[in-house]
């Protein structure tokens, strides 16, 4: 689990396809001298682990399940990449519960410069426009971002001097793609008010004393 507070800007320094995946080495810009293999590293928001760790730099597998539903495919040796490590239990969460679990892939439409600060315009599926509401959280390519408008299949966000100087994503453009994890605390509500689902939410309500 995340907080989409990112640690550095990783530097691809290999790829070596196998199937329709691939293990990646990536330079992470800071100490991992205190990480073991095992750990649990975002990459552009998704969630890999480190099968090697040496100096600052780790090397972990992107199965074919991920490629296919992030950017990660598109990486190549010297393209920067977000990078933040897992939270422990004392962390602050300063940004909001990232799972390092990209829903789909979005398209900017537009960089705007605001003063110092930045608006970005991406484009989603609407299909998942429901999980989707303004002031509200996202994360995108693993940055936790506030929604400060929403369209029917779009959305804006800005992005401060302090994260635009900390992240890769303000190296993107119009037109380049970026990773979507929308917030999974609606995707649960969803769930339980599915008609299709067999729970009785006023029941449960009920059993657990809240009503």
Known sequence: MFTGLIESIGRVKSIRPFEKGFDIDIEAGLDLSGDVLGDSIAVDGVCLTATKISAGSFTATASAETVSRSTLGSLRPGSKVNIERAMT??????????????????VILNINNLGESIRLKVNFDRAFSRYIIEKGSIAVDGISLTINRLFPDAFEVNIIPYTAQTVSLTLKGPGDRVNLEFDVIGKYVERLLNKDNNTNLEELLKKQGFI
């Open 89 to 106: 239990l004392n962390s602050r969460l300063g940004g909001h519960l990232v799972l390092g679990h990209v829903d789909t892939v979005g």
